[in-house]
């Protein structure tokens, strides 16, 4: 992003979103289409700048003064439209390639040595989608960075898998699960292939990129990652914390029945409590100033026991 | 049936060791004048301790009852199949700790190699019913059945959000 001091009503936003075959760009242009989408999004406050500024795809002008401010609404969607031109790109330029892979013939796969392709939607979050015969495969490296996140992700795909191979999601993509990368992801960085959770790979078929459908998948394939983070932060911080009110009242009001203690007994209690203070403020000397000589002898007026328990026996500490 | 025995037995004779031990008074602290210290943490004079003991189920599941003059210390370890268990536990126990305020009788910290612990001291016995305070102390030996319970639900969301995002797909 870029502003002037002199203009502070203008903002260029530039972005690149390049889909990689094992470090080599295989898809730069923005099409048509999409600059038209683009466009849409908000007339008079997007300019498309071309050529776009040098390392990236496109470069946007935006005109801040443009956006209406009387109205919050309307300038949060527009605000928030713009944001998503990253995604529009990305969701535009893998529907290309799902398509056109979808329509390839296994010979010219083949001749094409099935490179997989690399798409990063999220930043260090990329994946990868190859042609296999008769269908095309997108591979999620898994990584998190708590261990019980990856417990709980683990246990995720597993039921993930077993959905998956039931009757009734035959017409899903069919989703497994590996700790070890696909073999089709030879070649690739090997940092991208360093996961402490695994690769899940869905298998989409002709059917999933055809009409209306390929908006669904391209969406739920380029949001997989948030999809599972946002599963594992919701068990994470609201299991217990639900519960919290009901195990705190129920705990308190058993520790109330706990501390029940019959009243005679507690009565019993502090009465001796109260008498064995009494007699031993008795018991300290009061001195008198000039009566030295009338002072007592040191006879002290035992306490009598008020404790039921035996007598103290006398011990002498071991060392 | 016959799996429900052996953790009554254990269960059993855990109430019958700590009917046993709950024989506590108060005893000022012998370091420090005018304190009055749970001797069963200070561990500072023998002579005021009893021998510990240790009550094993099997090699997961154990409690461990410390008994001294004025204080009792009771630890728990609870058994954890795989890992989802073990983070459940973990979570659940110490999310029980942190509000030992509202039990009184938890401790904040479970001794090492434990996953909880309870310290008792003369004055919990003088305002607590003590067969109550066993039968609370035996309930938490069930923790087990709740740890189950959370797994189940842990599964049954993650099958839930599976199903979800399949469909989008259908």
Known sequence: MQCSVLDTNIVYVSTSTLLETQGIVTSKEILSATYEVIKNIAVGVIDIVDPPRLGFQLTLKLHLDNIPRGKAAEAIKIITRISEIQAIILSSQLKEMLKRLNFQDDSQAINNNNRPIRIVYHPSEPFYVFRQAEKITAAFPMNFKDNSDVVIAMSFFQELVEVGSQKEMGKAPQCSWSPVPPFQLRGEPVHDLTTNAGFVSFDITSRHVEGKRLDKTVWNLLNFYAYVKYHIKRLNNTRFEEEAPQKENGACKYVKELVKVPKGKLMMQQRCKDMTRRVKISKFRIRINGCARFRFNQRWISIPKFSSKSSNKSYTKLD | ?170
């Open chain 2, 1 to 170: 049936m016959f799996q429900a025995n052996p953790l009554r037995l254990y269960l059993a004779c855990i109430k019958n060791t700590l009917e046993a031990a709950m024989c506590l008074q108060n005893f000022p602290c012998q370091e420090v004048e005018r304190h009055n210290k749970p001797e069963v943490e200070l561990k500072t004079s023998p002579e005021l301790l009893l021998n510990p003991v240790l009550i094993c189920r099997n090699e997961a599941e154990k409690c461990l009852i410390e008994t001294s003059i004025n204080s009792l210390r009771i630890s728990l370890k609870v058994k954890q199949a795989d890992e989802l268990e073990n983070i459940l536990t973990k979570k659940f126990l110490r999310f029980l700790s942190m509000r030992a305020e509202a039990f009184q009788v938890l401790r904040r910290k479970p001794v090492q190699g434990y996953d909880i612990s309870f310290l008792i001291t003369n004055y919990h016995c003088e305002e607590m019913q003590k067969q109550k305070l066993i039968n609370f102390i035996i309930q938490f030996m069930e923790a087990k059945k709740e740890i189950s319970e959370l797994k189940i639900s842990v599964n049954t969301r993650g099958r839930l959000v599976a199903t979800e995002f399949l469909k989008q797909f259908m």
